[in-house]
């Protein structure tokens, strides 16, 4: 009789007990026990050998007077605000182009999302040309030839972060399109066929109708875009090693340097905690926004 | 006629974006043919001006070290895009389909994790990879990786709108959950299931953060570091650029193939 139970029990909980417990395990020491471990470890120093020394509150107290750190805060703020508006602007000239030119678009959507899978180190590379700061640079050629003064680009403390800026507004306009492209195809043809006899042009109708329509998605992109952008790392990396003169540090190139050349793993546990605070935030204005949005609805 | 080209100015702009979002790969791929070390001149007049030749190519073969760059990386994304595409599959189902304790709770407990940046988990795991003597491996880019919880969220979320009587018929003529799984609930998922594939591959593919952290030797770095690394030492532009064509290619083909299920992708992560 125990046996027939056990067959029952199996054939109910089998696939829960062969796929579901692993994956279970697996979240646990690779998801929760890392979370947990990391808080831990902002209390403590420790230089990557030998074991982490407790050491109180000093990585917290630190991370407070560190004008390195707040600097690098800034930057990424300095970043979002060079970044976020023109991705969101882009996107939507795009998916406007491509929903007034319905035939034969399906290329141009295909181009303007190609940067979104092409990874940073290839864009990077190409980039680095582009914005040479010698007067053999592509863009360069093309100020030195219509006789204004080359610039300096990467190299130029004031100019580096407008230049990465430059270079993620091309990598993630594609998906911002994509997502106002959605937008768009969900807003009733109702709404426009009364614009129409109403005589209304098309720019008052985009303002008047299109736009306030879009509100939810401006919100979610707008949301999507400053989380990508509190966590840049990739190009400052790779194009400026957080230079010149610390303009392109970004929270998560501090970050890098302090824990893993700086093998200051405590402090740069703080950081990360940091980093995630700020996610965190975004996220939860996120949620009270679309909800209200649910709720006027 | 002035008219009808004014009006077609919405195709104008299409055609000057198209080639302005173009032009940094065009840029990658003349350069690609392009023996220099530094760069001179417009890369668009190359074209006619310089020899074209396969020398990048050449070299970036002749090197066994690119080589095995090229295949760290098809390790380090075949296996997790596979095993990634496996668990979105039979945990959505596991979450959409069956019943058991305390269901919800973990379910979304996986979800709420999705808010810790990837980058406070590069720290702490640090330690458990070095506790299991892990660093300069495979391990540390596959074992993370083998699931994903986005990839269970799509996943859950297609099979919540399968009607339950597919599955009720099948469990009268006595079919197990594994039969109805392959035989009826898999087939009807594909697509999303494709879906989850893409975005994983590109993820794999293109990160960078955790092999730069995870690998400390230069056989074990995959396509990105070694790319990574050889845009600041070796600064031969040909080279390089031949090295981003070539990372660029699988990225490229799977896009080419599978656009569609990105597009899906990006709309369902809206849903969130």
């Not at chain 1, 750190?69 to 998916?95: E, Q």
């Not at chain 1, 966590?231 to 303009?247: E, N, R, V, W």
């Not at chain 2, 919880?149 to 597919?166: D, H, I, N």
């Not at chain 2, 896009?255 to 597009?263: C, E, G, I, S, T």
Request: proline share 4%.
């Amino acid at each position: 009789m125990k046996n027939f139970n056990f067959k029952k029990h199996w054939s109910r909980y089998g696939i829960i007990y062969l796929f579901l417990v692993p994956v279970l395990i697996h979240f646990c020491v690779f998801q929760l026990y890392p979370i947990l471990l990391s808080f831990y470890l902002t209390f403590t120093d420790w230089p990557v050998i030998g074991e982490p020394k407790f050491v109180g509150l000093k990585n917290w107290m630190q991370f407070f007077s560190d004008r390195l750190a707040w600097k690098a805060i800034w930057n990424t703020v300095l970043f979002s605000l060079y970044y976020i508006l023109p991705t969101m602007a882009l996107g939507l000239l795009l998916a406007l182009l491509i929903q007034t030119h319905k035939k034969g678009t399906g290329i141009f959507k295909g181009i303007y999302f190609l940067p979104v899978v092409t990874s940073f180190v290839v864009i990077s590379g190409i980039w680095a040309w582009i914005f040479k700061g010698t007067e053999q640079g592509f863009v360069n050629m093309f100020l030195t030839a219509v006789g204004l003064e080359p610039q300096l680009f990467l190299s130029d403390s004031r100019q580096a972060l407008m230049v990465l800026a430059g270079l993620s507004i091309f990598k993630v306009c594609g998906s911002t399109m994509i997502y106002y492209y959605a937008g768009l195809q969900s807003i009733p043809q109702e709404y426009y066929e009364a614009a129409k006899i109403d005589g209304a042009n098309s720019w008052k109708t985009f303002w008047k109708i299109t736009f306030p329509l879009l509100l939810p998605i401006h919100f979610y992109v707008a949301v999507i875009t400053t989380i990508g952008s509190f966590q840049i790392f990739d190009s400052a990396f790779l194009l400026t090693s957080g230079g010149p003169d610390y303009a392109t540090t970004t929270i998560v190139y501090y970050l890098y340097q302090e824990g893993f050349a700086g093998l200051r793993l405590g402090y740069a546990s703080v950081l990360a905690y940091v980093l995630f605070f700020i996610i965190l935030v975004i996220s939860i204005i996120q949620r009270k926004f679309l909800d209200n949005e649910l709720t006027y609805k | 006629m002035g008219k009808k080209l004014y009006r077609q100015w919405p195709y104008i702009l299409l055609v000057f974006f198209a080639f302005l979002f173009l032009s940094p790969f065009l840029i990658m791929l003349i350069g690609s043919f392009v023996k220099m070390r530094t760069v001179v001149g417009n890369p668009y007049l190359w074209l006619f001006q310089e020899n074209l030749t396969l020398d990048n190519y050449r070299y970036i073969f002749a090197n066994g070290r690119f080589i095995q760059w090229i295949a760290n990386s098809l390790i380090i994304t075949i296996i997790p895009v596979l095993s990634q595409m496996f668990f979105a599959a039979i945990l959505g189902y596991i979450f959409a389909k069956k019943r058991f304790f305390a269901r919800e709770f973990i379910f979304w407990v996986m979800m709420a994790v999705i808010m810790v940046p990837n980058q406070l988990l590069i720290i702490p795991r640090y330690i458990v990879f070095k506790n299991l003597e892990w660093i300069n491996t495979y391990w540390p880019l596959i074992v993370p990786e083998l699931w994903g919880v986005l990839g269970v969220f799509f996943v859950r979320q297609f099979m919540m709108t399968l009607p339950k009587e597919l599955e009720e018929a099948a469990y009268m003529d006595g079919a197990n959950d594994f039969t109805v799984f392959f035989k009826i609930l898999l087939p009807l998922s594909k697509p999303v299931i494709a879906t989850v594939g893409t975005f994983a591959f590109i993820g794999c593919w293109n990160d960078l953060l955790t092999p730069l952290i995870y690998t400390t030797s230069e056989e074990m770095y995959p396509l990105t570091v070694g790319l990574a690394s050889m845009l600041t030492k070796e600064g031969n532009f040909g080279v390089e650029m031949a090295g981003s064509v070539i990372s660029f290619i699988p990225t490229f083909l799977i896009f080419l193939f599978f656009q569609k299920y990105f597009v899906k992708g990006i709309a369902l992560s809206g849903l969130k």
